[in-house]
């Protein structure tokens, strides 16, 4: 249930209206934004009749929240919700360029690219330090070394780190060290992990899972928010269909669904998606023509031996190439790179 208060409404008037959804055993989630001031109404609300809160003459109307999201919804926060990282911005007007190697390999690698990919353009480095595999007999990642690592790559170019937490054992660590969590896309559901990730202020890109639904993505979500943490970042990064010559389906209709169901920002992964070097290019473009609020690239210097995914990635060149394309496209989009 929502209850949005009418404009110009007396300070007074809002803490007597929030005291009083309190007292009858609901949480308060409020939202105050140019031109509304609504208050969410969180828990059981069987037993609120709307007609009461009608009565008050501060109430401009009463709408009844259908989905099993609530925090998540664009109806608890009309306006779209901007991520802020340092002095980069993921949301609004923005297109997030996240690029980087599937998996960090060694100091020479991470370093170089990451000033590769700086040159380009790019706003954030990605690479993975824990890397989950389907095969136990496929690299892991460097773990804690490959989090120093991409320190030092952040201090060399200035670049904002993004990587991937896989458990709860190394989530101080992760706020330490990283600037955004990942969740990956086999986590989308590790309700233990979401609820340990809510209770920290870290941005957090959160990675639909390989055969989940939007709803079920939203819900995820909202056991982040539900915690305390508003800094999500939903991202589409493919999902399993009978389709085999890519390695997944570019769900592309999830964006413009999810922002039209949440608030929050989008992004879209288009390497773990196709996985093909070739495909990315496309993908990406489309990506921010369907309206994402940015863009997750696999980036490195030597695909053929790279320990990770080499197939899907591609090279410095290319991406300078990749990175002139959006600028231009971003003119018609009205997006700034």
């Known amino acids: 249930?929502?209850?949005?208060?009418?404009?110009?409404?007396?300070?007074?008037?809002?803490?007597?209206?929030?005291?009083?959804?309190?007292?009858?055993?609901?949480?308060?989630?409020?939202?105050?934004?140019?031109?509304?001031?609504?208050?969410?109404?969180?828990?059981?609300?069987?037993?609120?009749?709307?007609?009461?809160?009608?009565?008050?003459?501060?109430?401009?109307?009463v709408i009844h929240v259908q989905e099993?999201?609530?925090?998540?919804?664009?109806?608890?926060?009309?306006?779209?919700?901007?991520?802020?990282?340092?002095?980069?911005?993921?949301?609004?007007?923005?297109?997030?360029?996240?690029?980087?190697?599937?998996?960090?390999?060694?100091?020479?690698?991470?370093?170089?690219i990451a000033e590769a990919v700086k040159k380009s353009g790019a706003a954030f480095l990605r690479g993975g330090a824990f890397k989950p595999r389907s095969s136990p007999y496929s690299f892991q990642g460097l773990r804690e070394d490959g989090l120093e690592l991409l320190k030092i790559a952040r201090t060399k170019t200035g670049l904002p780190i993004v990587s991937e937490l896989m458990s709860t054992e190394y989530l101080e660590r992760f706020v330490e060290d990283v600037d955004i969590?990942?969740?990956?896309?086999?986590?989308?559901?590790?309700?233990?992990?979401?609820?340990?990730?809510?209770?920290?202020?870290?941005?957090?890109?959160?990675?639909?899972?390989?055969?989940?639904?939007?709803?079920?993505?939203?819900?995820?979500?909202?056991?982040?928010?539900?915690?305390?943490?508003?800094?999500?970042?939903?991202?589409?990064?493919?999902?399993?269909?009978?389709?085999?010559?890519?390695?997944?389906?570019?769900?592309?209709?999830?964006?413009?669904?999810?922002?039209?169901?949440?608030?929050?920002?989008?992004?879209?992964d288009p390497s773990h998606a196709a996985g093909l070097w070739w495909l990315v290019e496309p993908m990406a473009k489309a990506a921010m023509v369907v309206g994402a609020d940015g863009v997750m690239i696999e980036v490195h210097n030597d695909p053929a031996n790279a320990k990770c995914d080499g197939q899907q990635s591609i090279k410095p060149e290319k991406f300078q190439a990749l990175m002139d394309s959006l600028r231009q496209l971003a003119v018609i989009q009205n997006k700034i790179i």
Do not use: W
């Open 181 to 268: 969590i990942q969740i990956g896309a086999r986590n989308m559901q590790n309700f233990e992990l979401l609820k340990e990730v809510g209770k920290i202020q870290k941005p957090v890109i959160l990675k639909r899972g390989l055969s989940s639904t939007i709803e079920e993505l939203l819900l995820a979500a909202e056991y982040i928010l539900a915690h305390g943490n508003e800094n999500v970042i939903f991202c589409e990064r493919g999902i399993r269909t009978f389709e085999n010559y890519t390695r997944n389906t570019l769900d592309l209709t999830a964006v413009p669904v999810i922002k039209k169901l949440s608030h929050l920002p989008v992004i879209v």
């Open 1 to 61: 249930m929502i209850i949005v208060m009418r404009p110009k409404t007396p300070p007074e008037e809002i803490t007597k209206m929030k005291q009083k959804i309190l007292d009858l055993g609901c949480e308060v989630h409020e939202s105050l934004g140019v031109n509304y001031h609504i208050l969410g109404l969180i828990g059981n609300t069987s037993s609120i009749d709307p007609d009461t809160l009608h009565a008050n003459d501060y109430v401009e109307k």
């Open 68 to 112: 099993p999201f609530k925090k998540v919804n664009r109806l608890f926060h009309p306006e779209d919700t901007v991520i802020s990282v340092g002095d980069r911005k993921i949301g609004g007007d923005t297109f997030a360029v996240i690029a980087g190697p599937c998996s960090v390999e060694s100091e020479t690698q991470i370093v170089g």
